[in-house]
């Protein structure tokens, strides 16, 4: 299964954005489900997820600044991201957290200066 995600865009440092996730709802219902980004040359990486009961983690160079959160109501999950850093700079996907899962389309970030 792969997931799109939808919201990226430019913004300037200490501004926001809100990363979107659409799913079925069977798969919103019973998989927990991850937000990782990829940052041109670097490796792609986790940051932040969601379980199906709501518990949440964050990497810890956005905690404090990153939200994750589910809908049950629109089966979406969001990626709501202030104070962005230029650091913040990559391409985010979402996927589910379950072993085998494809990686779909990302949405660029880009937080200038």
């Known amino acids: 299964v792969q997931l799109q995600a939808s919201g990226g865009g430019l913004v300037q440092a200490g501004g926001s954005l809100r990363l979107s996730c659409a799913a079925s709802?069977?798969?919103?219902?019973?998989?927990?489900m991850a937000w990782y980004r990829q940052a041109p040359g670097k490796q792609r990486e986790l940051v932040a997820h969601?379980?199906?009961?709501?518990?949440?983690f964050y990497v810890d160079s956005v905690k404090g600044r990153f939200t994750i959160s589910r809908d049950s109501g629109k089966n979406t999950v969001y990626l709501q991201m202030s104070s962005l850093k230029p650091e913040d700079t990559a391409v985010y996907y979402c996927?589910?957290?379950?072993?085998?899962?494809?990686w779909g389309q990302g949405t660029q970030v880009t937080v200038s200066s």
């Open positions: 996927r589910l957290m379950l072993a085998g899962s494809g």
């Open positions: 709802e069977t798969i919103f219902r019973l998989y927990p």
């Open positions: 969601i379980t199906t009961s709501g518990s949440t």
